[in-house]
């Protein structure tokens, strides 16, 4: 039954909980690995052992004869793997993008440790696991490239620039010239990356731990080398992903392989160890950063110089830059980036790729440069506000980073703060107080969806998109609940797989700007359906009228300027036409990466504030407050919202004090491959955190004025920490994470 008139409350904008959360506390929302199929088979890839050189020689005469092995794929017999054409397109939900292009056993050189150079499948998982051991390769090495010390190996690209930067810097009377350094940081999600292939001998159905469906699909049918419309991809639910799983990795291609050849469902699981070396990374950062300011603290000149490391085939960028355009107001600028290639597998997004790193290099630099000014680091920001976007000239379409700044303030209690470094004390304890500004981008990319209502009183909506934990299930069943007046109980949301209409990458926090548009579209289509239908069933109270004369609210058909209740239900009305459903198909523009200029720039901003506690006696250091202040524009699921923020303050505490993935410098190996060595925070790290959320609804984006939320609340979290622990103890840390060993000096 549809809700009455009384109980249609907004539920947007209200704390709702997950629709899906019984799912997954029962058990029973099936991730990628979750599928099991008759004659399934199960594939273990045997990784090389050196991070440079050669095979010279590999045996899989031992490992075939193993029980249960039913075949050992490598270079010479896995068949056909096509390389992707990569030409990204943003003007289709499916862009077309791999990150690591070289197909995997292309070819006998290994540029990464790790690198797969064959593939075992068997029965059972232990059989290919115990046989990939037993495959013998012989390798030709070289010394493999690990150094931490990055230079651009070419001329630096210049990315942003206005005034003479050099210049201004060298006449500025107060100056900061500083080098920050972000370690390499791998993604952990819980759920590892998995791929279960199925062949029909035309076409293959995929469950994939993907954050994006549709590019998987496209990515996969040109690596197969079939029509897209021979690859299915579903990916139901995703026990995270961070960026590590937007496109699609090495493994996915051999398991498809596998499975066409073996014609058996194939299983392949990646494991945690073989994480760190074949499904990318947050790549190693160096940053120098130069700021000129004037002795009252205006900006005058801004130099950030960044290299970052890549694979040794592919390209990839940190974009340490993607904030510093814009966030201040500087007249004097320039942004440059190289690259320093390394015996690494491919680098990859990682939650905030770019704007991360960098903001913690160029925040960092704006609290040295207020201690040098003797200024407040809130006041000096505060100064700097530009009016436009000074980068791309350009009005801000909803900017309040300032309100993010003083509202923080306050809840924190900033204004008791003595800028001493040591001086403050609480219970024996040495405070830090330190903050910082955070930025991050808001886009759409285009979406498809489709709203239907059916006859048991329900509607569903899907789209091609994928929920990633995130909560895009739970906002799209309230935007169509508030949109179509139906309880979010009685909305069904289908999401994850390509079969549905094409929905956008899990990626750039832009999901939920991108397909609630869709959404609303797909329900005012099916609403006008519906009414259609309400004047064409001959049976109904409303046969031969005009459809612009009937309304629906609230689930009801009624006459326009009638009580709702006076009408017909729509599940009602379709029973009474005998049909199933009224449909409407909804549709909406990108605007990442179109050729129109845009009329705005567009951004979430946010500020954190961080409290630590040093004890100099014991060398202890914790954090004991984070108060974060986010202008995301309208927050659809204050719940869900708070909960990414949440997440992303954690994960910027790790990224402060405890990740690091450390390289071998002997064999290349990422060392620490394992939770048990590779450090993040745990609850016992993070303290209560404080989340608030501004309320202005940035209604350039979208008619809801919603911005992204998922990756913003980490972006300011390390220079707020570092900026804290500078101010308990006078000790600047400037290459992460910051180790007790760093505070001992
Ligand atoms: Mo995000 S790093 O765009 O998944």
């Known amino acids: 039954m549809p809700a009455t008139q009384d109980a249609l409350i907004s539920v947007i904008g209200k704390a709702t909980p997950r629709v899906d959360g019984a799912l997954k506390v029962s058990g029973q929302a099936k991730y990628a690995s979750d599928h099991h199929f008759p004659g399934m088979l199960y ?6 052992t050196i991070a440079s050189g050669q095979i010279e020689k590999l045996d899989a005469s031992a490992a075939e004869k193993m029980p249960g092995v039913r075949a050992v794929y490598h270079r010479q017999n896995i068949g056909k793997l096509f390389r992707v054409a990569m030409n ?16 995997p056993l292309e070819d006998d050189v290994i540029r990464y440790y790790g690198q797969y150079v064959a593939l075992v499948v068997a029965d059972t998982f232990e059989q290919a696991k115990a046989a990939a051991d037993a495959v013998k390769v012989s390798y030709a090495p070289k010394d493999p490239n690990v150094d931490s010390a990055l230079a651009a190996e070419k001329q630096p690209e210049v990315e942003s620039q206005r005034g003479e930067a050099e210049k201004a810097f060298a006449e500025a009377p107060i100056k900061i010239d500083q080098t920050y350094v972000t370690p390499v940081e791998t993604h952990n999600p819980i759920e590892l990356h998995a791929t279960v292939a199925l062949w029909d001998g035309t076409s293959f159905t995929l469950y994939e731990s993907t954050q994006a469906v549709v590019n998987h699909q496209v990515v996969m049918a040109q690596m197969l080398g079939l029509p897209k419309e021979n690859v299915r991809v579903i990916s139901r639910f995703l026990g995270s992903g961070f960026g590590g799983k937007l496109w699609p990795w090495t493994h996915c291609a051999l398991a498809a392989a596998a499975a066409r050849n073996l014609q058996r469902p194939v299983k392949l699981v990646v494991s945690r160890r073989m994480m760190f070396q074949t499904v990318g990374h947050r790549p190693r950062t160096q940053q120098r950063v130069r700021l000129g300011a004037t002795a009252d603290g205006k900006l005058t000149s801004l130099q950030h110089d960044y290299v970052n490391h890549t694979s040794i085939l592919d390209d990839y960028k940190e974009n340490c830059g993607e904030a510093t355009a814009f966030q201040y107001s500087v007249p004097n600028l320039r942004v440059t980036a190289g690259l320093a290639r390394r015996n690494v597998g491919t680098p990859t ?12 290099a160029t925040e960092s630099a704006m609290d040295e440069l207020a201690v040098g000014l003797k200024m407040d680091p809130v006041e000096l920001r505060l100064l700097n506000e ?31 703060r003595n800028p001493e470094p040591g001086s403050m004390k609480r219970d024996g304890l040495t405070l830090g107080w330190g903050m910082a500004g955070c930025s991050w981008i808001a886009a759409r990319f285009p979406c498809q969806a489709r709203v239907d209502f059916c006859d048991d009183g329900t509607a569903r909506v899907c789209c091609g998109t994928q929920d990633i934990g ?16 139906i309880p979010v109980d009685k909305v069904e949301v289908v999401l994850g797989d390509t079969s549905l209409p094409p929905g956008p990458i ?22 006008k359906a519906l009414l259609g239908m309400a004047t064409r069933i001959p049976a ?20 326009k300027g009638e009580k709702a209740e006076g009408g017909v239900t729509f599940d009602a009305l379709l029973k009474q036409g005998n049909f199933k459903a009224a449909s409407g198909n909804g549709s909406s523009k990108g605007t990442f990466g179109t050729p129109e200029k845009p009329k705005f720039s567009m951004h979430s901003f946010g500020a954190q504030f961080v409290e630590v506690t040093w004890q100099p006696e014991i060398a202890r250091l914790r954090v004991s407050r984070v108060v974060t202040v986010i202008d995301a524009g309208r927050i659809i699921n204050p719940l869900a919202g708070r909960n990414q923020i949440e997440g992303a303050v954690v994960m910027g505490i790790g990224m402060a004090l405890f990740e690091e993935t450390a390289y071998d410098p002997r064999s290349g190996a990422p060392i620490n491959s394992s939770l048990a060595d590779y450090i993040v925070s745990t609850n016992a790290d993070v303290p209560a955190l404080e989340v608030h ?8 984006l979208n008619e809801l004025g919603a911005r992204g939320i998922g990756e913003i609340g980490l972006a300011g979290v390390a220079a707020a920490l570092t900026s804290a622990v500078h101010h308990a103890t006078g000790i600047r840390i400037r290459e992460l994470p910051v180790r007790i060993e760093k505070l001992l000096a």
């Open 540 to 559: 109904s109270k409303f046969a031969g009228q005009k459809p612009d004369t009937l309304a629906f609210d609230n689930g009801w058909v009624h006459a």
């Open 470 to 485: 995130t909560g895009t299930y739970t906002i799209l069943a309230q935007v169509a609940s508030e949109k179509a007046g």
């Open 88 to 103: 990204p397109d943003f003007s289709s939900p499916a862009p077309g993008i791999i990150d690591e292009q070289r197909p």
């Open 349 to 360: 997004s990682m939650r905030g790729p770019g704007a991360v790193p960098g903001l913690f």
């Open 506 to 527: 899990s990626g750039g926090s832009m999901v939920t700007a991108s397909v609630v548009p869709a959404v609303i579209d797909a329900t005012g289509k099916a609403i």
């Open 693 to 700: 959320f501004l309320d202005y609804p940035d209604l350039e």
């Open 43 to 48: 594939a273990v890839p045997v990784g090389s």
């Open 386 to 416: 530009p009016k436009i976007d000074e980068g791309l000239k350009l009005p801000f379409s909803s900017r309040h980073l300032k309100e993010c700044f003083t509202t923080g303030m306050e809840k924190f209690g900033w204004s008791k």
